[in-house]
C-alpha cells in the first residue's frame, strides 16, 4: 500500500510517497488516456450520439483500453531504477504532442517523428509560442513534480516479479475485456479511418520512434546502393556550343491552391506571370513533408512504386548526374538535403551569411542567389545547381518575406497562428508566395542576362502544400492517404532562356503541352535526365516529360 509520510520528517522527506512501480505506471496510464487522447476520442467518436448509453459505454471501454494498453507497454521497461527515466521524457513528450496535435490537428506517425528529430534549433524556436507554456505547466510540469515525489520501495527480486507478473495478467485481462466489449465499433473504426491510431498518445509517439529508430540504424549501417550505374552524356552534348545550366528550385510548403499562375484569385506570382514561364497547374506531391517528399523527388521510384527503405538506402538522381558528368551543386536554405546530395558538391545560405539576410540563424531565400553572377559567369560544361528555399515554411509565415513584400494586409505578425484571424494568416502566407515570385523572377533575370554565353533552365517545384485551417487543419504532415489537396497540390514552372531550347535540341512547344497533363513528383528524376540528355537504363520514358520533345535537327543547326 503507499503511503504518505509524516509532516514531522525533514523537509524533503515530506510528501515524499513510498510505493510500488506498478501503482505509478497504473497512474501515468490513466493520465495519459484521458489528458492526452482528446483527438483521438474526437475522431473516434466522430457519427457516435453524445445521448446514447452506448457512446459512453464505448468511452469507458476504449479508454480502459488506452489504460492497459500503456500500463503493459511502460511496465516492459519500467523498473525501480528505469521509472522516472523513462516516465519523465514520456510526460514531456506527451505534453508536447498532445498540444500541436490539438493546435494543429497533426498526426504523430513515422513521417511526423522523423520530421520533429530533424527539425533544426531555429525552426523549433518558431513553434515554441507563449501558449505553450500553460500546457506544458499542465501536462508535463504538474505530473513530473508528483513523479519527483515518489520513493520506489525496495522488493526483492522473486517477489517483484511476481507482483509484475500478476500486474501484468490483470492488465492484459483487463484489456481483452475492454476490447471484447467495443470489438465491432473498433475493428471498423481502425478499417474506416486506419489514421486515427497516430492520434493515440503517447502509444503513437513511442511506435514511431521506436520504428524511426530502427530504420535510421539499419540505414547507417548499410551503405547505399548505386542506381544509374550505366549513366553517360546523350548525343545532344557532342552538338552543343555553349555551356548548359539547369538551375533546380526546391520550393518549400507552397501549395498550388494560392499560386497566382494557377489561376488563385490574389495575384501572388506578378513576376513570373510577366514571364514567358511553362506553368505546370495539375501537379501531386510524394509527401506532406519534407522529409518524405524531398528524398522521394530525386528517386526513380516515387510515390507509384513507393518504398521509403528504398529510397533512403539508394542514390539520388545527383549521384546518376554526376557520374554521367553533370558538375552538381546543392546550396540549402532550410533543414538540410536530407541524404539526396551525400558526397556531393554543396553549402548552406547560413554558413554564407549572405549580407543582410540572415537573422537569428535563418536567412531570406534571396541568400540562395549569392554568389550567383559570379558562378554563371564561368560556368562551363554542364551543370545541375540545386537551390532548396526555405519558403513559405511555418507557422510563422511572416518570417519569411523583408517588410516591402507586406502586401497582402493585415498580416499574421505572431509565432503562435491562434492568435491571428485565418484571414491574417492567409495574408501571411500570400505574402510569402510574393517573395518566392521574386526570388523566381530575380533567378530568370540573372539567367537571361547570361543567354548570350550560356545555355540556361530553371524548374520550379514546391515539395509539399499547407493548410491553412480549412476543416481545423494547419500546417501539414498529414498522413498521406488522408492529406487534402491542399497538402498535396504542388506549384511547378519551367522556363528556358533564349535560344537553349535550341542549343540543347528540345522543342519547347511539345513540352508546354505536356504541361496541361496530371503530373506528380514521381516525374521529376526522370525528367530531369531528359532535359540535361543523360542517358540510363534507369531513365523510365514514360515518365520523362521531355521524352517525344527532343529535336536533334534543330540542335545541329
Ligand atoms: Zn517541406
Redesign the pocket.
Known amino acids: 500500500m503507499p503511503s504518505i509520510r509524516s509532516a514531522r520528517l525533514p523537509a524533503e522527506e515530506r510528501f515524499t510517497v513510498t510505493i510500488t512501480v506498478e501503482p505509478v505506471l497504473l497512474a501515468a496510464g490513466a493520465f495519459f488516456a484521458l489528458a492526452a487522447n482528446r483527438p483521438f476520442f474526437a475522431a473516434a467518436l466522430r457519427g457516435h450520439d453524445a445521448g446514447e448509453p452506448a457512446t459512453w459505454a464505448f468511452v469507458a471501454a476504449v479508454t480502459a483500453l488506452l489504460v492497459a494498453v500503456h500500463f503493459i507497454l511502460m511496465a516492459l521497461v519500467c523498473n525501480r531504477w528505469t521509472l522516472k527515466v523513462v516516465l519523465a521524457p514520456l510526460f514531456v513528450a506527451t505534453a508536447l504532442a498532445s498540444y500541436f496535435m490539438a493546435r494543429y490537428g497533426v498526426f504523430f506517425d513515422a513521417a511526423m517523428v522523423r520530421n520533429v528529430l530533424h527539425t533544426h534549433v531555429a525552426e523549433a524556436r518558431e513553434l515554441l509560442a507563449p501558449a505553450l507554456l500553460p500546457h506544458l505547466a499542465l501536462y508535463a510540469i504538474a505530473p513530473l513534480v508528483l513523479l519527483w515525489r515518489v520513493r520506489v520501495v525496495h522488493t526483492p527480486l522473486p517477489r517483484a516479479a511476481l507482483i509484475r507478473a500478476g500486474w501484468l495478467v490483470a492488465a492484459s485481462g483487463m484489456a481483452a475485456v475492454a476490447l471484447l466489449a467495443v470489438f465491432q465499433p473498433l475493428a471498423s473504426l481502425m478499417r474506416n479511418h486506419r489514421e486515427a491510431r497516430y492520434l493515440i498518445t503517447p502509444g503513437n509517439v513511442l511506435v514511431s520512434l521506436i520504428s524511426v529508430l530502427g530504420r535510421e540504424t539499419r540505414a547507417a549501417a548499410t551503405p547505399r546502393q548505386s542506381i544509374g550505374t550505366d549513366a553517360k552524356a546523350g548525343p545532344s552534348w557532342a552538338l552543343r556550343r555553349k555551356p548548359l545550366v539547369l538551375v533546380l528550385v526546391v520550393g ?2 507552397a501549395r498550388a491552391a494560392n499560386w497566382g499562375l494557377n489561376g488563385y484569385a490574389r495575384q501572388t506570382t506578378p513576376q513570373l506571370t510577366a514571364m514567358p514561364v511553362i506553368n505546370f497547374p495539375h501537379v501531386t506531391s510524394c509527401g506532406t ?2 522529409e518524405v ?2 528524398p522521394c523527388m530525386f528517386a526513380p521510384h516515387g510515390r507509384h512504386d513507393y518504398d521509403e527503405a528504398s529510397i533512403r538506402g539508394s542514390e539520388s538522381l545527383l549521384h546518376v548526374l554526376s557520374r554521367a558528368g553533370v558538375a552538381v551543386h546543392w546550396r540549402d536554405n ?1 533543414s538540410g538535403c536530407k541524404g539526396v546530395c551525400d558526397g556531393l558538391s554543396n553549402d548552406s545560405v547560413q554558413a554564407l551569411n549572405a549580407p543582410g539576410l540572415c537573422h537569428n540563424g535563418q536567412c531570406f531565400d534571396e541568400g540562395l542567389l549569392h554568389g550567383l553572377e559570379a558562378r554563371l559567369a564561368t560556368a562551363q560544361g554542364t551543370q545541375l545547381l540545386v537551390l532548396h528555399q526555405l ?1 513559405n ?1 511555418g507557422p510563422p509565415y511572416f518570417r519569411r518575406y523583408p517588410p516591402p513584400f507586406a502586401r497582402f494586409v493585415p498580416a499574421c505578425n505572431h509565432d503562435d497562428l491562434a492568435l491571428c484571424s485565418r484571414q491574417e494568416i492567409v495574408n501571411a502566407y500570400d505574402n510569402a508566395l510574393l517573395y518566392t515570385d521574386h526570388v523566381l523572377g530575380q533567378l530568370i533575370t540573372q539567367l537571361s542576362a547570361h543567354a548570350d554565353g550560356l545555355d540556361s533552365m530553371l524548374l520550379y517545384v ?3 502544400g499547407e493548410s491553412l485551417g480549412e476543416g481545423g487543419l494547419f500546417l ?1 504532415g498529414m498522413p498521406y492517404a488522408i492529406a487534402p489537396d491542399v497538402q498535396t497540390q504542388v506549384p511547378m514552372l519551367m522556363w528556358l532562356s533564349a535560344g537553349t531550347a535550341g542549343g540543347i535540341g528540345l522543342d519547347a512547344a511539345c513540352l508546354r503541352h505536356q504541361a496541361s497533363k496530371a503530373l506528380t513528383h514521381d516525374h521529376l528524376f526522370h525528367t530531369v535526365l531528359g532535359l540535361l540528355d543523360v542517358h540510363t537504363s534507369a531513365l523510365e520514358p514514360a515518365w520523362d516529360l521531355t521524352h517525344g520533345c527532343r529535336d536533334l535537327v534543330a540542335a545541329s543547326r
Open positions: 518549400e510548403t513533408n519534407t517528399s524531398l532550410q519558403g515554411h514546391s515539395d509539399h501539414h
